[in-house]
Nanobody
Framework: QVQLVEPGGGLVQAGGSLRLSCAAS????????MGWYRQAPGKQRDLVAS???????NYVDSVKGRFTISRDNAKKTVYLQMDSLKPEDTAVYYC????????????????WGQGTQVTVSS
């Protein structure tokens, strides 16, 4: 079984910073793309940033220049450094990873973390 665990999150004032982390564990053969999504109340879950195994990154326009995604392949962990936070960044943040599990099925499938609340006060 594969799990993504994401501690962190919390309450911060506008202009502040938070760092999220997400560690994958279980019977994992390989991890391809890892990413962070967020879902605000009443809205759909949207991609915030993603990073390939080789380190190529992609960001939604609203966080460019403020958020930084990174990963440690040896630790099977993805990070999201969030700076200059704004109230509109308030949401539940979910990590996501394309994982090939050691379960006899040689294909990638998407796994999700449990979500962590980030609240930015004005």
């Amino acid at each position: 079984q594969v799990q993504l665990v994401e501690p962190g999150g919390g309450l911060v004032q506008a202009g502040g910073s938070l760092r999220l982390s997400c560690a994958a564990s279980g019977r994992i053969l390989d991890i391809n793309v890892m990413g962070w999504y967020r879902q605000a109340p009443g809205k759909q879950r949207d991609l915030v940033a993603s990073i390939s195994r080789g380190g190529n990154t992609n960001y939604v326009d609203s966080v460019k220049g403020r958020f930084t995604i990174s990963r440690d392949n040896a630790k099977k962990t993805v990070y999201l450094q969030m700076d200059s936070l704004k109230p509109e960044d308030t949401a539940v943040y979910y990590c996501n990873a394309d994982v090939m599990a050691n379960n006899g099925s040689p294909r990638y499938r998407a796994y999700w973390g449990q979500g962590t609340q980030v609240t930015v006060s004005s």
